[in-house]
């Protein structure tokens, strides 16, 4: 016995697996009561209680001060994509609509014909404005002999 020499690791190992042991068994013996079932639900009751009030708490402070909670957050979120989806879904049907117009030979045809009827009424306006024009000139030499008469005074006519 004295070749052997005492190795504290392995003491302290050998302390160790039977404390292990030990309290393993009586942990599960524990663990496997009705009691033990019991306690734990009335534990976890009371974190829920301090979590509700806390929740509610902090929901009340957050109502006083106007600021938006978490649950007010999460549902314009919800509102946001929602609307982004809306969005997203007439731009692509916009996008059809417009591929499906651009593609028609009809279409393309009427759109031609009618920026030559919007030329042809151009032109016609062009003429009708130059018409109205020359009118106005003759209107304006016609009018000015007659001012001239207006603005002459009357001549006395001698009687004897």
């Not at 916009?94 to 920026?115: C, F, H, I, N, Y």
């Not at 130059?130 to 005074?153: C, D, R, T």
Request: with cysteine; charged share 35%.
């Amino acid at each position: 016995m004295i070749d052997q020499k005492f190795d504290p690791l392995q003491a302290w190992k050998e302390a160790y697996e039977q404390t292990e042991t030990f309290w393993g068994k009586a942990l599960n013996e524990t663990i496997k009561t009705e009691e033990y079932s019991a306690w734990m639900g009335s534990v976890l009751d009371l974190n829920l209680f301090y979590q509700k009030m806390l929740n509610d708490a902090t929901k009340g402070y957050l109502e006083k001060v106007n600021m938006p909670t978490q649950d007010d957050i999460a549902r314009v979120a919800t509102l946001v994509i929602n609307l982004e989806n809306k969005v997203d879904n007439i731009e692509e049907f916009l996008e059809e609509k417009a591929d499906s117009l651009g593609q028609s030979p009809t279409l393309k045809r009427d759109v031609t014909k009618v920026k030559q009827d919007i030329c042809t009424l151009e032109d016609k306006v062009d003429k009708i404005l130059e018409l109205l024009e020359k009118q106005n000139e003759v209107l304006a030499k016609l009018q000015e002999p007659a001012k001239e008469v207006a603005k002459a005074p009357l001549k006395p006519e001698n009687k004897k």
